[in-house]
């Protein structure tokens, strides 16, 4: 097996066409480009729309990158050295954000050095999977949601996600009945509240809007409250989608355990790359529980292509690391007419731009 000669990190900035709120205009991605001593090469990266961005950086460049120089190249046994030795630093979040960038790079170096694309890699099952619509879109109005609803559909989604948890639930009621309006009886309809909710709150909602025929609850309560999620469970009329902001397999084993999870939602940077996603896929399919990645596209496609239990994938309007402007290259993966396909010849198939003035410049080297 190979090792690891050399890592380097950049740390990249990509604006969003339209602000998700008034203090997120942009995404971060902290590419990482590793060197094996036989001459492959395999790139990464760690994400975060938001915060945390300088301090996923810094543990990176001072506590991952020194302890994986020199060690074998294999993701997944690496994966399980480095977490053992970083995760007094917190079993997630940071720590597995940054894991990440390095597992996801050499993932990128085996698929390359095998001259096949990622989901051939892991073991490909399918050559296209649905994508549905989906946008950061609780502070538009009525018919700018209506309007982008009806593009999603019009697109060839036949699944569409708005967002939900205004001040009011009349407002929320009449916004999700204006849109499985516009979209009609067909499409399946999900509704996302970010956390927005307390218990309470989460129960009357889940009852008012299901007479929308709602396919999935996503996030109604913070994502750490397991005995909450647990308890809404058992009133819900509506299924529970989680998992966005969840950070290791073990929290999604302990939730899914439960009967909570309807719907399985693992961020693939947020949980520590592809070797913890795919044991959390398994974990899901072995309980029959719907699974569908949490955005990225550009991983959550290919991985989708290899993962049976994976339904559909998330295509939110102006997010995708090429509406981001942080590719050199054309996207690796495909969307259209309701459905998501890989382009990449290798590996993930991802060159990403330069480091520009318009980045941090610590980030730089």
Same mark, same amino acid.
């Given at each position: 097996? @190979?090792? %690891? &000669?050399?890592?380097?990190?950049?740390?990249?900035?990509?604006?969003? *066409? $339209? !602000?998700? /709120?008034?203090?997120?205009?942009?995404?971060?991605?902290?590419?990482?480009?590793?060197?094996?001593?036989?001459?492959?090469?395999?790139?990464?990266?760690?994400?975060?729309?938001?915060?945390?961005?300088?301090?996923?950086?810094?543990?990176?460049?001072?506590?991952?990158?020194?302890?994986?120089?020199?060690?074998?190249?294999?993701?997944?046994?690496?994966?399980?050295?480095?977490?053992?030795?970083?995760?007094?630093?917190?079993?997630?979040?940071?720590?597995?954000?940054?894991? @990440?960038? %390095? &597992?996801?790079?050499?993932?990128?170096?085996?698929?390359?050095?095998? *001259? $096949? !694309?990622? /989901?051939?890699?892991?073991?490909?099952?399918?050559?296209?999977?649905?994508?549905?619509?989906?946008?950061?879109?609780?502070?538009?109005?009525?018919?700018?949601?209506?309007?982008?609803?009806?593009?999603?559909?019009?697109?060839?989604?036949?699944?569409?996600?708005?967002?939900?948890?205004?001040?009011?639930?009349?407002?929320?009621?009449?916004?999700?009945?204006?849109?499985?309006?516009?979209?009609?009886?067909?499409?399946?309809?999900?509704?996302?509240?970010?956390?927005?909710?307390?218990?309470?709150?989460?129960?009357?909602?889940?009852?008012?809007?299901?007479?929308?025929?709602?396919?999935?609850?996503?996030?109604?309560?913070?994502?750490?409250?397991?005995?909450?999620?647990?308890?809404?469970?058992?009133?819900?009329?509506?299924?529970?989608?989680?998992?966005?902001?969840?950070?290791?397999?073990?929290?999604?084993?302990?939730?899914?355990?439960?009967?909570?999870?309807?719907?399985?939602?693992?961020?693939?940077?947020?949980?520590?790359?592809?070797?913890?996603?795919?044991?959390?896929?398994?974990?899901?399919?072995?309980?029959?529980?719907?699974?569908?990645?949490?955005?990225?596209?550009?991983?959550?496609?290919?991985?989708?292509?290899?993962?049976?239990?994976?339904?559909?994938?998330?295509?939110?309007?102006?997010?995708?690391?090429?509406?981001?402007?942080?590719?050199?290259?054309?996207?690796?993966?495909?969307?259209?007419?309701?459905?998501?396909?890989?382009?990449?010849?290798?590996?993930?198939?991802?060159?990403?731009?330069?480091?520009?003035?318009?980045?941090?410049?610590?980030?730089?080297?």
């Amino acid at each position: 097996m @190979a090792r %690891i &000669d050399s890592i380097r990190l950049r740390w990249l900035r990509g604006e969003l *066409g $339209r !602000p998700w /709120a008034t203090d997120v205009t942009g995404n971060h991605v902290i590419v990482v480009d590793v060197m094996l001593d036989d001459g492959t090469a395999g790139t990464g990266f760690s994400w975060t729309p938001h915060v945390g961005a300088s301090a996923v950086h810094v543990f990176l460049r001072d506590e991952l990158v020194p302890r994986a120089l020199g060690r074998s190249a294999d993701p997944e046994s690496l994966w399980v050295a480095l977490w053992e030795e970083v995760h007094e630093a917190g079993g997630g979040g940071i720590t597995s954000i940054a894991l @990440a960038g %390095i &597992d996801i790079a050499l993932w990128d170096a085996r698929a390359r050095s095998a *001259g $096949r !694309p990622l /989901a051939d890699e892991i073991g490909l099952h399918r050559d296209e999977v649905a994508a549905y619509g989906s946008g950061i879109n609780l502070h538009y109005s009525t018919d700018e949601l209506i309007a982008q609803s009806r593009r999603f559909v019009e697109a060839g989604n036949r699944a569409v996600k708005i967002k939900v948890g205004r001040p009011s639930l009349d407002d929320d009621a009449a916004r999700v009945a204006a849109v499985r309006e516009a979209i009609g009886p067909d499409v399946a309809l999900r509704v996302d509240a970010n956390q927005r909710w307390r218990l309470e709150q989460a129960i009357i909602a889940a009852h008012a809007l299901a007479e929308y025929d709602i396919d999935w609850l996503e996030e109604p309560l913070r994502a750490d409250d397991s005995l909450g999620h647990r308890e809404l469970a058992r009133h819900s009329p509506i299924p529970l989608a989680v998992g966005e902001n969840l950070h290791t397999v073990h929290r999604f084993a302990e939730l899914i355990a439960s009967g909570t999870v309807g719907v399985a939602q693992p961020n693939v940077v947020r949980v520590g790359g592809i070797t913890p996603f795919l044991q959390i896929a398994r974990i899901a399919a072995d309980a029959g529980v719907r699974l569908a990645p949490h955005l990225l596209p550009e991983l959550s496609v290919p991985l989708a292509l290899a993962v049976p239990a994976v339904e559909s994938v998330e295509a939110v309007e102006g997010a995708s690391l090429a509406e981001l402007d942080v590719l050199a290259a054309d996207s690796p993966v495909s969307i259209g007419a309701g459905v998501a396909r890989s382009t990449a010849p290798a590996g993930l198939g991802l060159t990403f731009r330069p480091a520009t003035d318009r980045d941090p410049r610590e980030g730089l080297a």
